[in-house]
T-cell receptor
Framework: EPEVTQTPSHQVTQMGQEVILRCVPI?????FYWYRQILGQKVEFLVS????????KSEIFDDQFSVERPDGSNFTLKIRSTKLEDSAMYFC???????????????FGSGTRLTVV | DAKTTQPPSMDCAEGRAANLPCNHS???????VYWYRQIHSQGPQYIIH???NNETNEMASLIITEDRKSSTLILPHATLRDTAVYYC??????????FGAGTILRVKS
């Protein structure tokens, strides 16, 4: 079964440092997403990306965040200057198309646990 | 957007059916009901979705009431590996999923 792959599984970084979280979406998918989950809290949407541009972003996704599809397979989330409150699980997801009846392909990766110290 | 209400937690004996309820009284006519689960901080996993009719797949069944104001996810023979947080999501905002707190299902031997 196709998977969304995220690396690394756990990253520890110093406050103020830049981090890049990496994702390899499912190969025929065209829509890409990042979500995050602070420990003990809900899964929150960050951003969606299609056709090499952001299609939607949440209030959380401020100027410290950016996304990129640097090549045909990777999708990255960059946090420019990490804060303690950025510590969370970050999930990448992808889907073949926009939502419709055939919804089952909206697939999440296993996540990257980011710890900012 | 429709809001959902789920019990915070439920217990189920291994091998028995787990019935997870969800209220969505403000659902509109074209909004689907989606169920996801999250096992121990892994990524959310799609389970099933439906509009009006009951649905069944290899993982679960989804029963939607005739007025569509509530639904029940049924895991017919729960196993210990089904212990997870189960999310009922109604409608979509763009292409994003909006997760609530969900129901913590504990399957016990």
């Amino acid at each position: 079964e196709p998977e969304v792959t995220q690396t690394p599984s756990h990253q520890v970084t110093q406050m103020g440092q830049e981090v890049i979280l990496r994702c390899v979406p499912i190969s025929n998918h065209l829509y890409f997403y990042w979500y995050r989950q602070i420990l003990g809290q809900k899964v929150e949407f960050l951003v969606s990306f299609y056709n090499n541009e952001i299609s939607e972003k949440s209030e959380i996704f401020d100027d410290q965040f950016s996304v990129e599809r640097p090549d045909g397979s990777n999708f990255t989330l960059k946090i420019r200057s990490t804060k303690l409150e950025d510590s969370a699980m970050y999930f990448c997801a992808s889907s073949e198309g926009p939502f419709g009846r055939d919804f089952r392909d909206y697939t999440f990766g296993s996540g990257t646990r980011l710890t900012v110290v | 957007d429709a809001k959902t209400t789920q019990p915070p937690s439920m217990d189920c004996a291994e091998g028995r059916a787990a019935n997870l309820p969800c209220n969505h009284s403000t659902i509109s006519g074209n909004e689907y009901v989606y169920w996801y689960r999250q096992i121990h901080s892994q990524g959310p996993q799609y389970i099933i979705h439906g509009l009006k009719n009951n649905e069944t797949n290899e993982m679960a069944s989804l029963i939607i009431t005739e007025d569509r104001k509530s639904s029940t996810l049924i895991l017919p023979h729960a196993t210990l590996r089904d212990t997870a947080v189960y999310y009922c999501i109604v409608g979509l905002r763009g292409n994003k999923l909006v997760f609530g707190a969900g129901t913590i299902l504990r399957v016990k031997s």
